[in-house]
């Protein structure tokens, strides 16, 4: 499979997830927000949190199901800029990391939200 029609899955995949958020009433923040080699797919807020999303796309589950390739490492990424935006951003609303899972491509993949997928190591 090409980086191109990798890249096109993901951001298939992100358009599901912002759409979800956006229906369950979060305010989109930001999309695809780098500091270095590390990225938040997307952040988003509701009036508690801050929230912290890792979407993973898969065209089928013939290898799993999307989230369980949120590895530890990947977790740490995500954790590090979350750290940095929260920072720079003068954020004081509790941080939350949450996985979107979507499985499928067309207009109608599954699309599995799990909140507080993770926590931040102490």
């Not at 009036?47 to 977790?75: A, M």
Request: hydrophobic content about 35%; aromatic content about 8%; some cysteine.
């Amino acid at each position: 499979m090409s980086l191109e029609s990798t890249n096109s899955i993901g951001k298939s995949g992100e358009s599901h997830a912002c759409t979800l958020l956006e229906n369950l009433g979060f305010k989109i923040r930001e999309k695809n927000w780098r500091h270095g080699h590390d990225e938040i797919d997307i952040i988003a807020e509701d009036q508690e949190f801050i929230i912290l999303v890792e979407v993973k796309t898969r065209k089928n589950k013939n290898y799993g199901s999307p989230e369980v390739f949120v590895n530890r490492k990947k977790q740490g990424f995500m954790i590090r800029a979350a750290n940095t935006y929260m920072i720079r951003k003068d954020l004081d609303k509790e941080a939350r990391f949450d996985i979107i899972a979507v499985t499928g491509l067309g207009p109608n993949p599954e699309v599995v939200h799990i909140p507080n997928a993770f926590y931040p190591i102490l």
